[in-house]
């Protein structure tokens, strides 16, 4: 029996941008070099005024009527686009979580270390969901865990504050998110590189016997 072909995911053909000749419309509004509002015309006389700039006439706005066309040179074009991607593509950090975990038991070592993650965190801007997990006999003992997880909560409050008090979520885990305070009322990132203080300047120490020249004596 045969096997069949894998599929095959193919890409269209279609550029990015129609440029130039590639352009359909018979009737451009077009958008000039410095980004000025040049007005409607023929696709003959937008492609005119580009060619007599040594530039491109790039659509950009294809689905407006009639499409809005720009002149300008496709590399900076390119460059522009892809420079004005990546800035709205960068993840926010508000928006990104980080999870430490705790448990009622935990070393005091362990539970520096993890607050101290904690306020680096909220330092970046990010999120923290701190989640305590009661194991076996904790679970007897949950205001334990409350205890901690409260603790814990205190004392990152001078960079986040809890969104809601901690809950259960289930039978054993204690939960608690964390969100970062505004910077003009957040203390200061104990993680940020001290910057050297300048040498402070020393006056000259006073003359004493055993630092003045010898005398000269008259012969």
Partial sequence: M?????????HSREPLHRRNGKIRAREVRVIGDAKQQLGVMSLNEALRLAQGKGLDLIEIAPNATPPVCR???YGKFLYEEAKRNKGS???QPANIMK???ISPAIDPHD???KRDHAIRFLCEDMKVRVKLRFRGRQKAHKEIGFQVINQFVKDVASYGQA???PKMLGDRDLNVVLSPLPRNKRAKNPHEPQLPHPPAATAPLPATPDTLPEAVTAG
């Fill in 99 to 101: 999870e430490l975990q």
């Fill in 111 to 113: 539970l520096a270390t």
């Fill in 89 to 91: 593509h960068v993840r």
């Fill in 2 to 10: 045969s096997r069949p072909f894998p599929s095959r995911s193919f």
């Fill in 163 to 165: 969104d809601s008090p």
């Fill in 71 to 73: 002149i300008v040179d």
